[in-house]
């Protein structure tokens, strides 16, 4: 299962993270993948804000993560990028946020190839002349229950 649109701007991306929070479930993983500039940040800032989160949403770049409490859940908002092996994904403990009661938006997994737990969604964003072009595939059953629920996201 796939969906695609294109995103004109801040804004459209904004909503489009918005749109993404309507359905999400405690235990959901999404891999955002992208170039830098590609909008990742962003998108996550319109999903938190659509769940209620009032406070700053900045890049987990130097942290490797960003942890939000919303009505619910918690939702853990990963960046990998300065990671240099993927071990250091358990050397860092975040193997134990794998518990199924939060949900793991995770920004350039293939960092950690191979010690993530798997993504239910792929949400893959391309920065092109007029925006960016976001595509979101499932890869798990959730998944694609999630994509076929949101579907007219785009």
Same mark, same amino acid.
């Given at each position: 299962?796939?969906?695609?649109?294109?995103?004109?701007?801040?804004?459209?991306?904004?909503?489009?993270?918005?749109?993404?929070?309507?359905?999400?479930?405690?235990?959901?993983?999404?891999?955002?993948?992208?170039?830098?500039?590609?909008?990742?940040?962003?998108?996550?800032?319109?999903?938190?804000?659509?769940?209620?989160?009032?406070?700053?949403?900045?890049?987990?770049?130097?942290?490797?993560?960003?942890?939000?409490?919303?009505?619910?859940?918690?939702?853990?908002?990963?960046?990998?990028?300065?990671?240099?092996?993927?071990?250091?994904?358990?050397?860092?403990?975040? $193997?134990?946020?794998? *518990? #199924?009661?939060? !949900?793991?938006?995770?920004?350039?997994?293939?960092?950690? &190839?191979?010690? +993530?737990?798997?993504?239910?969604?792929?949400?893959?964003? $391309?920065?092109?002349? *007029? #925006?960016?072009? !976001?595509?979101?595939?499932?890869?798990?059953?959730?998944? &694609?229950?999630? +994509?076929?629920?949101?579907?007219?996201?785009?």
């Amino acid at each position: 299962m796939r969906c695609t649109c294109h995103l004109a701007d801040e804004a459209a991306t904004l909503a489009f993270g918005a749109r993404l929070a309507q359905e999400l479930k405690p235990g959901m993983t999404f891999y955002l993948e992208g170039d830098l500039g590609a909008g990742k940040t962003t998108l996550v800032r319109g999903l938190l804000r659509a769940l209620g989160h009032v406070g700053r949403v900045k890049s987990p770049t130097y942290t490797l993560v960003e942890s939000y409490s919303v009505p619910g859940f918690e939702v853990f908002h990963f960046d990998l990028y300065r990671m240099h092996d993927p071990r250091e994904w358990l050397d860092a403990g975040f $193997r134990d946020v794998s *518990d #199924g009661l939060a !949900v793991s938006l995770i920004e350039w997994p293939e960092k950690a &190839a191979g010690w +993530l737990p798997p993504p239910d969604v792929i949400v893959h964003l $391309r920065i092109n002349d *007029d #925006g960016r072009d !976001v595509e979101c595939e499932a890869r798990s059953p959730c998944g &694609a229950h999630y +994509l076929e629920t949101c579907c007219t996201l785009c």
